[in-house]
């Protein structure tokens, strides 16, 4: 499941266009380098570290209180991301390769749990 959220966590992180007339926010340049997740007792159920290279996520690597690991290696060409390598407790779990037609994804490929995946992607006159 968290190879499934963190892909469209990805996914929607490098997908978003922005509107050349935003004002940005007053903490732009901050990044995010560690998450910790915590249950209603108080317990740390979850930490996630996040790498950067050149203000791109690279690897995103966390453990579970339980002693899971994972991992998410992230990888780009001409600053878009082509590829994610996932893993759980050291062993490769899946991938995922996006294709691009210019600057927007028209499909990808994955491979989950053992099982292939493809989708395409068409996009309106408005880009949407």
Do not use: W
Request: glycine content about 8%; hydrophobic content about 30%; some cysteine.
């Amino acid at each position: 499941m968290k190879k499934v959220l963190l892909s469209l966590f990805a996914v929607t992180l490098f997908s978003c266009v922005s509107d050349e007339g935003d004002t940005p926010p007053a903490n732009a340049g901050l990044k995010l380098v560690k998450i910790v997740e915590t249950d209603l007792d108080g317990n740390t159920v979850l930490t996630t570290n996040l790498n950067y290279t050149n203000n791109q996520i690279t690897l995103v690597e966390g453990s579970e209180s339980t002693g899971n690991t994972f991992k998410t290696e992230f990888v780009y060409e001409n600053q878009k991301l082509v590829r994610e390598n996932h893993f759980e407790n050291n062993t490769s779990t899946g991938y995922l390769i996006l294709s691009y037609t210019g600057e927007r994804v028209t499909s990808t490929a994955s491979r989950e749990e053992g099982i292939n995946y493809t989708n395409n992607y068409a996009y309106d006159s408005n880009g949407l």
